[in-house]
């Protein structure tokens, strides 16, 4: 090699390694703390279409929801129509004439971003194209689009390795370049979290939920969730949380169907275990309770607290339970759950109590240590030299912020 060519190829070397950097960085900033959007497949299934997603970002504007944080307005399953001759994916044109490129200038014109759904295998789950053989030919499409996040799925996946599949999509978004969060959705068969840390934004931790409280609802071959059971397969996984990689609860189902104060709670839960907060309601017609519990600045805060830490459970006292996230600056979210059909009484005499934390070594003797403390869905106040006195209705939660005195 001349002297000349040597310098060329370093060059391109330090071009590359740059390039790499540059774009591994844009990726890294993209989740550090828990997403917040808003995803057709909850409310809409597969019946999805330009005009509604358009709506569907106005909505998110004009009801504060933006204002209030979220993000992303996400299309689910469907919109796929077929590949072109060179493999190359389209839209489906009868849904959305316009193409994706349109609605995404739309989204993006409304200070808002836009996510795409796919699927490793061949097929989606509602058996669309899948990505399969194609992934950077879908990256590369995307880009072009100015699509801003991937919700990647596992249907018609028997003979591939998880992480192979789902890092190759990575590989195939880090080079088309266009910062993509990249949301894992496999449902926690392959225990994602042992692997996923460098390959996705956040990863489900079960498979699909169901509007309920604590129900499993049988579809034949596979179940989906309600509140309580998503909640009760967390055991074990917050460890795996942190920035830019977070436990996915899966979507909401605020606003469809449960009671509100079951609605108030599941907003709650999600929010304290520092999950993607993905609305799945339909934002047009939401009640003003539905609003007020998804727009709760409070109760988000605690969800993008930038320490990054999901609650972990305190006290386990049968239907009573206390979760407990440690916040910035020593402040912590307490969450107290009432998961029976009656209304509990509860009281806590703070200064018999200690909580160590071994993932984010906080520990509080408080007895020593004291605090103030706020309701976040109530508004009233106290201290932790006080005994505390809670009613806790059926299925609710009581959430305090505790600030140190
Ligand atoms: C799977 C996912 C759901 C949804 C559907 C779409 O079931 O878990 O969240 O994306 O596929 O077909």
Same mark, same amino acid.
């Given at each position: 090699m001349t002297k000349k060519q040597f310098l060329g190829w370093g060059f391109i070397a330090v071009l590359l390694m740059w390039g790499g950097n540059t774009y591994a960085q844009k990726f890294d900033q993209l989740a550090k703390t828990p997403q917040l959007g808003w995803n057709s497949w909850n409310t809409f299934g597969c019946d999805v279409n330009e005009k509604m997603i358009r709506e569907m970002a106005d909505a998110m504007v004009s009801s504060g929801m933006k204002d209030a944080g979220y993000e992303y307005i996400n299309v689910d399953d469907c919109w796929h129509g077929e590949r072109d001759k060179q493999g190359f994916i389209q839209v489906d044109k009868k849904h959305f004439p316009s193409g994706m490129k349109a609605l995404a200038d739309y989204v993006h014109s409304k200070g808002l971003k836009i996510g795409l759904y796919s699927d490793a295998g061949n097929t989606t789950c509602a058996g669309r194209r899948g990505s399969r053989g194609h992934e950077y030919q879908d990256a590369v499409t995307y880009a072009s689009w100015g699509i801003d996040y991937l919700k990647y799925d596992w249907c018609d996946t028997q003979d591939i390795n998880p992480k192979a599949a789902y890092s190759t999509m990575r590989d195939a978004l880090y080079t088309a370049g266009r910062p993509v969060l990249f949301s894992i959705c496999e449902w926690g068969d392959n225990k994602p979290w042992e692997w996923a840390t460098d390959v996705g934004h956040s990863w489900r931790t079960t498979g699909d939920i169901y509007p309920c409280w604590n129900c499993e609802h049988n579809h034949g071959s596979w179940s989906s969730w309600g509140v309580l059971p998503i909640l009760d397969k967390q055991v074990g996984l917050r460890k795996y949380a942190g920035p830019g990689h977070w436990n996915d609860m899966d979507m909401m189902e605020v +606003?469809? +169907?449960?009671?509100e104060e079951e609605d108030r709670s599941h907003f709650s839960l999600w929010a304290i275990m520092a999950s993607p907060l993905i609305a799945g309601n339909d934002l047009r017609s939401m009640s003003d309770a539905t609003k007020k519990i998804l727009t709760n600045k409070d109760m988000l805060a605690i969800n993008q607290d930038k320490l990054g830490v999901q609650a972990m459970k305190w006290i386990d006292d049968g239907d009573l339970e206390i979760f407990v996230k440690p916040l910035e600056k020593g402040e912590y979210a307490f969450l107290f759950l009432n998961r029976a059909d009656q209304a509990q009484d509860y009281m806590l005499d703070w200064s018999f109590h200690y909580m160590k934390d071994d993932i984010s070594k906080h520990e509080v003797f408080f007895d020593k240590k004291k605090f103030n403390w706020r309701d976040i869905w109530r508004g009233d106040s106290g201290t932790t030299t006080e005994k505390l006195g809670l009613n806790i209705p059926a299925h609710g939660v009581r959430v305090l912020r505790l600030t140190p005195r």
């Open positions: +606003g469809n +169907g449960m009671s």
